[in-house]
């Protein structure tokens, strides 16, 4: 009995190791997403003051 929950026990971290490596890769992509977005906004932002100070 014990082996067998030992054995499954194996088998989930190896399958929650691939679900980490997954959700790692989504986080680290949503990050730069997140980054490349407020850099936009703050470009955006910007020429959006330099605009209306030219005015």
Not at 23 to 40: A, G, M, T, Y
Request: charged share 35%.
């Amino acid at each position: 009995m014990a082996e067998v929950i030992h054995d499954t026990r194996e088998n989930n971290t190896f399958s929650t190791k691939k679900l980490d490596i997954l959700s790692w890769f989504r986080s680290e992509f949503s990050k730069q997403i997140v980054i490349l977005s407020r850099n936009r906004f703050k470009i955006d932002r910007d020429s959006y003051i330099s605009r209306t100070m030219r005015r």
